[in-house]
T-cell receptor, first 115, second 115 residues
Framework: AQSVTQLDSHVSVSEGTPVLLRCNYS??????LFWYVQHPNKGLQLLLK??????LVKGINGFEAEFKKSETSFHLTKPSAHMSDAAEYFC?????????????FGTGTRLQVTL | GAVVSQHPSWVICKSGTSVKIECRSL??????MFWYRQFPKQSLMLMAT?????????EQGVEKDKFLINHASLTLSTLTVTSAHPEDSSFYIC???????????FGDGTRLSIL
């Protein structure tokens, strides 16, 4: 069994300040972990992925995440928020690295960026 | 550019009608596609796995007679919501196993509103 828990349903930051979106996972296997972003009425865009290589993963748009096995965490960070970052973010776990594997989604974190 | 095309993007129809949603993989073949449902301010829930040339695999609690899935070719999967009712109103998203580094490519989703 596998699951992800996104600890915050809503995060609000000022433009130019750091972003931290928290995610903890549970998996009976070595997991693959992903962060996706969803803008209103849109599909999902992959930000970054962890697949047992480097524990610090860099993604698009300045985002990065660090896989910490001891803490079972995969938090998403960005040094400086931009207005265009306002969206819904999903932490996702997959059982293995196969592309046809089922994905299990967290409940999502809505990021609000204010001036 | 988009690698998975989903159509239509928005549907409004009367209760009791059937609605078909198409999901196409562009420039690549997909023997497997996934259909998700997302209620407002909630996460994505996998409904079913569409398999080319064979029956779809439905997740527990999803009515297969209500949500008909057809995967007749390597680039097209369709989801038909039969005799739709207001409680079927939701955001439906499809995905196909990824090419390159992406685990899954997502369509832009279909907003279904049943009056």
């Amino acid at each position: 069994a596998q699951s992800v828990t996104q600890l915050d349903s809503h995060v609000s930051v000022s433009e130019g300040t750091p972003v931290l979106l928290r995610c903890n996972y549970s998996s009976s296997y070595s997991p693959s972990l992903f962060w996706y972003v969803q803008h209103p009425n849109k599909g999902l865009q992959l930000l970054l992925k962890y697949t047992s290589a480097a524990t610090l993963v860099k993604g698009i748009n300045g985002f990065e995440a660090e896989f910490k096995k001891s803490e079972t965490s995969f938090h998403l960070t960005k040094p400086s928020a931009h207005m265009s970052d306002a969206a819904e973010y999903f932490c996702v776990v997959s059982r293995n690295t196969g592309t046809a594997s089922k994905l299990t989604f967290g409940t999502g974190t809505r990021l609000q960026v204010t001036l | 550019g988009a690698v998975v095309s989903q159509h239509p993007s928005w549907v409004i129809c009367k209760s009791g009608t059937s609605v078909k949603i198409e999901c196409r993989s562009l420039d690549f073949q997909a023997t497997t596609m996934f259909w998700y449902r997302q209620f407002p301010k909630q996460s994505l829930m996998l409904m079913a796995t569409s398999n080319e040339g064979s029956k779809a695999t439905y997740e527990q609690g999803v009515e297969k007679d209500k949500f008909l899935i057809n995967h007749a070719s390597l680039t097209l999967s369709t989801l038909t919501v039969t005799s739709a009712h207001p409680e079927d109103s939701s955001f439906y998203i499809c995905s196909a196993p990824g090419q390159g580094s992406q685990p899954q490519h997502f369509g832009d989703g279909t907003r279904l509103s049943i009056l």
